[in-house]
């Protein structure tokens, strides 16, 4: 069965202290892999993706995501954090033609000052 | 780009009636998803419609229906709604099978008592 595990359900961290949200993925999910981030009453965001190509893959705002074949991974990180950051943010993956996602069960970054 | 409308944002039905939910896709996608989001949970896919037609659909039962219009408007129909049917009801857009990413609405909050 496809599944994207999100290994952290809560983050706490500072302000402008590093930060890495985990994501690992079955192989059968594995075509795509997506980070989602959802503030509170808002619906989903795309913050990046990886389609191919390079395994490093950058948003606008700061965060990256590296594509670990190996491992299954798709961890997400940002250098910095800001208290912007905080919000939910959702792995997900697509390994079907018809392009359903599967969505890992989300991880809320909470940033204190 | 117009993005992905949803309506009505918030809704407050009886258990046993049934519901019309409404999306309009973004400009130039001819792909709909459907997925519900209960509290504390990532989405869960209830399917997809490509060029008017049902090309997948995720573990919900059949009093879960859905249309999509000539213009890729869609609709989400549930009937006999119970109360595990309270959750959030999230639209995607995409072009194709969604290999570019998929744009999300902001969701309709539906409250089953």
């Known amino acids: 069965a496809q599944s994207v595990t999100q290994l952290d359900s809560q983050v706490p961290v500072f302000e402008e202290a590093p930060v890495e949200l985990r994501c690992n993925y079955s192989?059968?999910?594995?075509?795509?892999l997506f980070w989602y981030v959802q503030y509170p009453n808002q619906g989903l965001q795309l913050l990046l993706k990886?389609?191919?190509?390079?395994?490093l893959v950058e948003s606008i705002n700061g965060f990256e995501a590296e594509f670990n074949k190996s491992q299954t991974s798709f961890h997400l990180r940002k250098p910095s954090v800001h208290i912007s950051d905080t919000a939910e943010y959702f792995c997900a993956g697509r390994g079907t033609s018809y392009g359903k996602l599967t969505f890992g069960q989300g991880t809320i970054l909470t940033v204190h000052p | 780009e117009t993005g992905v409308t949803q309506s009505p944002t918030h809704l407050i039905k009886t258990r046993g009636q049934q519901v019309t939910l409404r999306c309009s896709s973004q400009s130039g996608h001819n792909t709909v998803s459907w997925y519900q989001q209960a509290l504390g949970q990532g989405p869960q896919f209830i399917f997809q419609y490509y060029r008017e037609e049902e090309n997948g659909r995720g573990n919900f039962p059949p009093r879960f229906s859905g249309l999509q219009f000539p213009n890729y408007s869609s609709e989400l129909n549930v009937n006999a709604l119970e109360l595990d049917d309270s959750a959030l009801y999230l639209c995607?857009?995409?072009?194709?099978?969604?290999?570019?990413?998929?744009?999300f609405g902001s969701g309709t909050r539906l409250t089953v008592v």
């Open positions: 995607a857009s995409s072009y194709g099978t969604g290999n570019y990413g998929y744009t």
């Open positions: 990886y389609l191919s190509g390079s395994t």
């Open positions: 192989s059968s999910v594995s075509v795509y």
